[in-house]
């Protein structure tokens, strides 16, 4: 009976729970654009246009092709996104040198470090996350033709994320749950750095005073996630198409260089900014979503003091 009470008492608890409100909002709020965003990355020749795979996703598999996989990522992400906003609280107060009492927030030196560290760590969780809705996004029906709209011409069906797990370690073990660690390492961590930063800068340059004080309000939040979430997926987008492809089809590369070369080379570096137009959309509707559960769960959940509960 008191563990909720003293749970929420703590900086931990309220991360932990802040987190889980805003994480949640992002995945069910840009999830459909997500699926469109996979499955042009991984489409071969041109690629199709993101309405053009929205439609045919649609009538071919029905609407709720597009939430495919949002299991994995719904499970995960409460704990995800308590370690990332937790991580990145303690690391950017570390880095913070400019930071001189506990009220003051860090420095966007200290910022910028918090979230590089944060992208780094994080990707212990998210890699096997990201491996097992990847491959549910790219996952087409049987019926179908050959073709399927980004995923390499597979038809290989799997019944959940459970199941997917289960035959990824019966044909690749351990080592392959975790295929693309290297390649979401060196995404997330410069990226993250670019996120945070960007959202502590947008939000302070709209609402002087609100790093300090937390009295921004809901369009602050709303736009300066937004443009965080912008900001991160531009800056690290050609690796996102290189962990898309690697995750999405192991029997076609080796590597992450080798990956590289043989897209590049067949169809030319326009491959790499595959699908940033539906990215950059979905980046600031979701970023949007998740800085403003995520600040306005903080503070709703902040107790006066103990008697409140």
């Known amino acids: 009976m008191e563990f909720w009470p003293e749970f929420l008492a703590s900086s931990w608890g309220r991360e932990f729970v802040a987190g889980g409100f805003g994480g949640t909002a992002g995945v069910m709020a840009g999830y459909p654009l997500d699926t469109v965003r996979i499955r042009q990355q991984n489409s071969t020749g041109g690629g199709a246009a993101a309405y053009q795979i929205l439609r045919r996703v ?27 906003f937790q991580t990145y609280a303690i690391l950017s107060r570390a880095f913070g040198t400019n930071a001189t009492s506990s009220n003051d927030p860090p420095s966007y030196k200290g910022v910028a470090l918090g979230g590089f560290g944060t992208g780094a760590i994080q990707t212990l969780l998210l890699c096997p996350v990201e491996l097992i809705k990847i491959r549910l996004q790219l996952q087409t029906k049987p019926i179908t033709t050959n073709q399927s709209y980004g995923s390499g011409g597979g038809t290989t069906t799997h019944k959940g994320p459970l199941d997917v797990a289960r035959s990824i370690f019966r044909s690749e073990g351990l080592r392959g749950i975790y295929r693309g660690l290297g390649i979401t ?13 960007t959202y502590e800068y ?15 309000s809901f369009r602050t939040m709303l736009l300066a996630g937004g443009l965080a979430g912008v ?18 089809r ?40 998740i800085f403003t559960a995520y600040e306005t769960a903080l503070r709703c959940i902040v107790p006066n003091n103990k008697d409140d509960f």
């Open 58 to 84: 649609v009538a071919t598999e029905g609407p709720f092709a597009l939430y495919r996989g949002m299991a994995a990522p719904i499970a995960s992400v409460t704990f995800q996104n308590a370690i990332a």
């Open 202 to 216: 947008t939000r302070e340059s709209l609402h002087p005073g609100c790093r300090k004080n937390g009295q921004e």
């Open 185 to 197: 390492v060196l995404r997330d961590a410069p990226a993250h750095a670019v996120y945070f930063w």
């Open 231 to 248: 900001a991160s997926w531009i800056c690290c987008y050609p690796l996102d198409v290189v962990k898309t492809r690697i995750q999405g």
């Open 250 to 289: 192991s029997d076609l590369y080796t590597g992450i260089v080798d990956c590289f070369r043989r897209s590049v080379r067949e169809e030319g570096y326009n491959v790499l900014w595959r699908g940033l137009g539906t990215a950059v959309m979905r980046a600031f509707i979701v970023n949007g979503a």
